[in-house]
Every structure is written in structure tokens, then in C-alpha cells.
């Protein structure tokens, strides 16, 4: 199956600082990635939708602000969040749609582990 | 939204033996998934089910849907622990399963097995 990665798989940083996660598409082209963020022992929730080439939707109750998305190309989408506090602490998992690949075709990054100090 | 409940939360089991996940929405599932995830890893995909009634295997699991599409279990027969790891479903948040990825999951199933 098509693969997704994610970078970096675990990044500590200060209280304060930003931090950008990478959500690639290595083998397909995906006009849409979604972001999710799994608090440890939960499930995963739906943070946003991001679109190629316009604007990121996000879900009731995420702050736009405080997490940025990127839709740059059809291969990679970015996470920011800016000025990270340890609340902010948590694993954050994209997930990426190969059309090619029919109804089976939604593929998940391996995940980035977020610590903030 | 649609809303997914998982039962049980967490489940101990001894090798060999056979378990059963649920899960379960109020509304009717549009495309239902379940996937296996080592803690602190990504998830893997481990089948779909659209139809009502339908039914899947690989290898030792088997999920199905029931009739009506709002209920759908995954069963492991003769555990090993390799099956060890928590279980998701999640499902497609709109209607004909036109959300293309765009899911919500269940709470998950922490799946512990003993040699």
C-alpha cells in the first residue's frame, strides 16, 4: 500500500517555542491530509482537514492559531504549533487519501510524539 | 457527528484464547474501519466494511457489520501475542462514505495477551 511518513517522530522542546511537523505522501499524490492528536490511553481525535492549495478546516474547538497548516504541494501538508505549552504535549498522527487506492485508500503516518518542558 | 463506542476499554486475555471487540454507534456507519496500534506508533489498517452483514477475515480476525450498519465486531480467534496492542474503529464522519478519510474513531480497546 501507499506509504505516509512523518517528521520528526519525536521532538522535545521549551515552553514558548514552535514546532513544524511533516506529513508526506511518498508515493501518491493527496490533494487532502487530515491531522489527528492522540492523547496517551485515547483515542484519536480530528484536529483539521487540510487542502491543497487553500485554507485548512478546522474542528470545533481547535485553534487555528495555535496549530498552523500547510498545504504546500500534493505531497506534503505541516503542522505548527506555535508557541507550545505542555498542555500542548501529545502524539500527532496524519492520515493521507491515495484515490487511486478506491475505498481502502486512507493511509496513516507513523506519528510524531510531542513533548513541551 | 457520528459518535463510536468501543467495549471493552481494555481486555486481558490468556494465549489461545478467543475475544471479541465491539463497536457501536448511534447512527448508521458509512464505511467502517478498524486498525491495530503499538502504543506511540502509527495505526495499521486492518479491514473495511461497507455493507450490512458483511464479514471479513485475515488471518485470525474476522470483523463484521451487523445487518442494520450500526454495530460492528472484531473477533480474534486463538490469540497470540503478537495481537497484543490497542484496536480502533473509526468511521466515515459523512454519509456513502464520502468523507475520504476523514474519520472519527472509537475510544479504543487496550488488548493485553499473556503467554
Known amino acids: 500500500g501507499a506509504v505516509v511518513s512523518q517528521h520528526p517522530s519525536r521532538v522535545i522542546c521549551k515552553s514558548g517555542t514552535s514546532v513544524k511537523i511533516e506529513c508526506r505522501s511518498l508515493d501518491f499524490q493527496a490533494t487532502t491530509m487530515f491531522w489527528y492528536r492522540q492523547f496517551p490511553k485515547k483515542s484519536l481525535m480530528l484536529m483539521a482537514t487540510?487542502?491543497?492549495?487553500?485554507?485548512?478546516?478546522?474542528e470545533q474547538g481547535v485553534e487555528k492559531d495555535k496549530f498552523l497548516i500547510n498545504h504546500a504541494s500534493l505531497t506534503l501538508s505541516t503542522l505548527t504549533v506555535t508557541s507550545a505549552h505542555p498542555e500542548d504535549s501529545s502524539f500527532y498522527i496524519c492520515?493521507?487519501?491515495?484515490?487511486?487506492?478506491?475505498?481502502?485508500?486512507?493511509?496513516f503516518g507513523p506519528g510524531t510524539r510531542l513533548t513541551v518542558l | 457527528s457520528q459518535e463510536l463506542e468501543q467495549s471493552p476499554q481494555s481486555l486481558i486475555v490468556q494465549e489461545g484464547k478467543n475475544l471479541t471487540i465491539n463497536c457501536t454507534s448511534s447512527?448508521?456507519?458509512?464505511?467502517l474501519y478498524w486498525y491495530k496500534q503499538k502504543y506511540g506508533e502509527g495505526l495499521i489498517f486492518l479491514m473495511m466494511l461497507q455493507k450490512g452483514g458483511e464479514e471479513k477475515s485475515h488471518e485470525k480476525i474476522t470483523a463484521k457489520l451487523d445487518e442494520k450498519k450500526q454495530q460492528s465486531s472484531l473477533h480474534i480467534t486463538a490469540s497470540q501475542p503478537s495481537h497484543a496492542g490497542i484496536y480502533l474503529c473509526g468511521a466515515d464522519v459523512n454519509a456513502g462514505g464520502t468523507s475520504y478519510g476523514k474519520l472519527t474513531f472509537g475510544q479504543g480497546t487496550i488488548l493485553t495477551v499473556h503467554p
Open positions: 492520515s493521507a487519501r491515495d484515490p487511486a487506492s478506491g475505498s481502502l485508500g486512507q493511509f
Open positions: 447512527k448508521t456507519l458509512y464505511g
Open positions: 487540510s487542502n491543497e492549495g487553500s485554507k485548512a478546516t478546522y
